[in-house]
């Protein structure tokens, strides 16, 4: 049975907030994410603000993220950078733990599964 209809009803604000800290938190210090840590600039800080507004619009919330910067569309933003499967899979990687980490059941997990990898395949711009 569903405890919740969207991510953000499990989450909140606060709870995707904290997603997206633990996620660039194991992009910054994680080996296996080097190669997508590579792509980011010294100060995380910008990248965490922004990723957090895309996922508390995209996962149910507010639109914060299109009434800030007009749009959802992820495929733009990512046209300068390599991303292939591997830096597909580092960026699911760090998501999987930073789940782990906010301590996310099963539920929310199997949720996001599918739709996390599709929203991380499709900035993927080479093979």
Known sequence: MTQYRTPYEA????????????????MDRAPEAAGIRAM???DLAPMKERLAEYLISWMGGPPIYAEKY???C?????????????????????????????????????????PLFAVADMVRNRD
Request: proline share 6%; with cysteine.
């Open 11 to 26: 989450l909140g604000d606060t709870g995707i907030r904290r997603l997206t800290a633990a996620f660039y938190d194991y």
């Open 40 to 42: 980011h600039g010294p």
């Open 70 to 72: 007009g749009s959802m």
């Open 74 to 114: 992820m495929t733009n933003p990512h046209k300068p950078y390599a991303i292939g499967p591997v830096e597909r899979d580092q960026w699911l990687w760090c998501m999987d733990r930073a789940l782990e980490q906010i301590g996310a059941d099963d539920e929310l997990k199997q949720m996001l599964k599918q």
